[in-house]
């Protein structure tokens, strides 16, 4: 027995140890030789293990579709719904450029394929630095190189990146009004496309020129002028005069440039010939809204044809000017103030899908072959030295609240939003703007709220005006109304206030006036005109000098009457003519020393009727003014002596030289509700 237990004892000692040391350890007891198994290789799912063996926080990793519950049960790929994964998603995809330039739209096509598991989840970086994204198209509004990178993610929530792929977009600017080569008079907006004369004359070209040899090139002008004033839009060179205070120089002045004037004049005559073939009327050309320019600078000298709508609306050419010059063209622009803000606009062919020109291609290239110049025809491009037809881009959505009506004196607090299709929130681009108060002083603001406190009573109108990255413009408007009544005096008589001029000598009757401060300067009556039709005269008590005599709103300054910050007005100059905004509109027998005025001011703007000699001369609406409106006269001095006045005012408390309502009646005016007088204290 002893001999068998000790065979056998150490057999089995023996063999345990050589065959199980993996599976057993040996115990602490030294006296007793047991074995403790390994958790890790017991054949059991046991203890923290997520499979069998395997996982946990013990064992080593599970190898692919065991079970796991986190990504280090696993090796190599992680875990993904409860099992460890086989394989990832493999990245892929095209990109689809619609041409080379900004503002440049790319569109990804996936071409990723599955491993293990589908596909949920693909993304792209645009590389512009704001990381993944789910869109699968983006448009560049920048040039550069930018790196476009895929991210997939699949069901078992692996995320696999690609290598990236670049994308070069190029640059494109077209052609504006330079902000530097320009009179400082020169007023420019709308991202530099429109351009508009502050006080006097002035001139700007444009930022990019075309060059001798370079090509046959286009562009067009529209203008919102009022009358036939001295102005003129064409091409000139960079020795061309931009202009002078003697207003001698603008476009076509001289050898350097050359245009069609406010008043359709070709300038200079000497190289600007009129077509015989033109198919429209040649005495109206001028006033025509819109002109276009062939630029033809293929040889050494520039051939400029210019564009007009005939008798049927299509292109033809009026002119052709052949011109001496061997230097680069610029759009050239030069006028004398004509209208408040901006005068004249150009399209040069940067966008001519968004902002097409009035005539197209197809037009222009007939006109140019009818008139014997197919060549010319085959070679035009559509811009000034370039252009551009991107994709179509919709206009910004601005949504505004309703007008409203509050007491004088309220703050009144606004708010309004904008998007846009291509390019997403607007809001913070809103530009607000108080229409009521003076262009050169208007009361401004930006982003997505607006406040002010109107002082007044009337109506102020508030815009609001969003501009895309594609230049789309949408424009809301808001009306606030104040209501209440306009103030009444007795007696109506003419006062200085803060904004007129402190030094006119008025009449104690408050009636007549006498101006001793040297250029425009002039008072106002303390009575306004709101929601009435009335009625006052004026008298030149002299011969006709830089006098005048018309109607302001309250807030206009007249110390001094002036060009440069221009009040709302109308007035006639009693040597000159008929003014609005201080721009001249018409003429007049000068030789009348009495003048009458009718307002209606019972609609949203005053009528403004002038009567002279018994007759009705001229109509004026000041669609400008929503505000309570004054009598005033104004002028310069004239040396006149003290004691004596230079224009004298009746308001209807003696009688007038003029029957206003036969008059307006003649005229075929409704003047049954005339007030024949100037405020309660006057009108009987």
Not at 213 to 227: A, N
Not at 232 to 238: D, E, Q
Not at 415 to 434: K, N, R
Request: proline share 5%.
């Amino acid at each position: 027995d002893a001999g068998t237990d000790a065979g056998t004892d150490a057999g089995t000692d023996a063999g345990m140890d050589a065959g199980n040391d993996a599976g057993l350890q040996h115990g602490n007891d030294a006296g007793n030789d047991a074995y403790i198994p390994d958790p890790c290789s017991d054949k059991v799912q046991d203890g923290h293990e997520t499979d069998v063996d395997c996982g946990g926080d013990s064992c080593a990793p599970c190898g692919e579709n065991l079970h796991c519950l986190v990504s280090t049960d696993c090796s190599p790929l992680g875990c993904g719904g409860g099992a460890c994964l086989q394989g990832g998603p493999t990245p892929g995809f095209t990109l689809t450029e619609a041409g080379d330039i900004v503002p440049l739209q790319v569109t990804a096509t996936s071409t990723a394929t599955m491993g293990t598991t589908a596909i949920v989840s693909t993304l792209y970086d645009w590389g512009e630095g704001v990381g993944f994204e789910s869109s699968t198209s983006h448009r560049y509004k920048h040039s550069g190189s930018f790196n476009v990178r895929q991210q997939v993610v699949d069901h078992a929530g692996i995320a696999v990146s690609s290598a990236p792929k670049v994308v070069t977009v190029g640059t494109f600017e077209q052609a504006r009004f330079s902000s530097t080569d320009k009179d400082s008079l020169i007023y420019l907006a709308s991202k530099s496309m429109q351009a508009g004369v502050t006080v006097g004359v002035g001139g700007v070209r444009s930022d990019q020129a075309i060059a001798p040899g370079s090509g046959v090139f286009y562009f067009e002008e529209q203008r919102t002028f009022k009358g036939a004033n001295l102005g003129a839009i064409g091409v000139g060179t960079a020795a061309a005069p931009l202009s002078d205070p003697n207003l001698t120089t603008t476009t076509g002045s001289s050898a350097e440039s050359v245009g069609i004037t406010f008043s359709g004049v070709l300038a200079p005559s000497s190289v600007c010939v009129p077509n015989a073939a033109y198919r429209g009327n040649t005495s109206n050309v001028g006033r025509l809204k819109v002109h276009g320019f062939v630029i033809d600078y293929r040889g050494v000298h520039p051939v400029i044809r210019m564009i007009g709508a005939d008798d049927y609306g299509l292109a033809s050419v009026f002119s052709t000017c052949t011109m001496t010059v061997t230097t680069p063209l610029y759009v050239f622009y030069s006028a004398r103030r004509d209208t408040i803000g901006p005068q004249i606009g150009i399209n040069t062919g940067g966008d001519t899908t968004n902002h097409p020109f009035q005539f197209p291609l197809a037009d222009l290239q007939t006109a140019l072959t009818t008139v014997g110049t197919a060549d010319v025809a085959s070679a035009l491009v559509p811009g000034f030295g370039k252009t551009r037809a991107p994709l179509a881009d919709s206009a910004p959505t601005v949504l505004v609240p309703a007008g409203m009506t509050v007491p004088i004196n309220t703050l009144v607090s606004l708010t309004a939003s904008a998007s846009d299709v291509e390019d997403g929130d607007l809001t913070s681009q809103l530009q607000w703007t108080e229409l009521s108060s003076q262009f050169h002083a208007r009361v401004t603001g930006s982003g997505g709220s607006f406040s002010f406190t109107p002082t007044r009573i009337g109506r102020f109108p508030i815009e609001v005006r969003v501009t895309d990255y594609a230049e789309n413009i949408t424009i809301q408007t808001i009306n606030i109304d104040v209501l209440g009544s306009v103030q009444q005096y007795n007696p109506v008589q003419m006062i200085h206030d803060s904004l007129s001029d402190p030094n006119t000598d008025i009449a104690p009757s408050g009636l007549a006036a006498r101006f001793v401060t040297n250029g425009k300067h002039g008072v106002r009556a303390n009575q306004a005109i709101l929601g009435q039709f009335w009625y006052f005269e004026a008298h030149r008590n002299g011969p006709a000098r830089d006098l005048g005599v018309g109607l302001v709103i309250h807030d206009g300054n007249l110390h001094p009457y002036s060009f440069q910050y221009v009040p709302w007005s109308m007035s006639i100059n009693l040597v000159s003519g008929i003014w609005h905004d201080l721009i001249s509109v018409a003429s007049w027998d000068t030789s009348n020393s009495n003048y009458g005025f009718a307002v209606d001011y019972r609609g949203q703007h005053p009528i403004v009727y002038l009567i002279m000699a018994n007759a009705l001369v001229y109509t004026m609406t000041l669609d400008d003014v929503w505000e309570p409106l004054h009598p005033m006269l104004y002028g310069n001095n004239h040396s006149t002596p003290s004691g004596s006045y230079d224009t004298t005012i009746n308001f209807g408390a003696s009688a007038f030289t003029y029957d206003p309502v036969a008059v307006l009646t003649n005229a075929g005016v409704d003047a049954s509700a005339l007030g024949v007088g100037w405020g309660d204290a006057n009108v009987p």
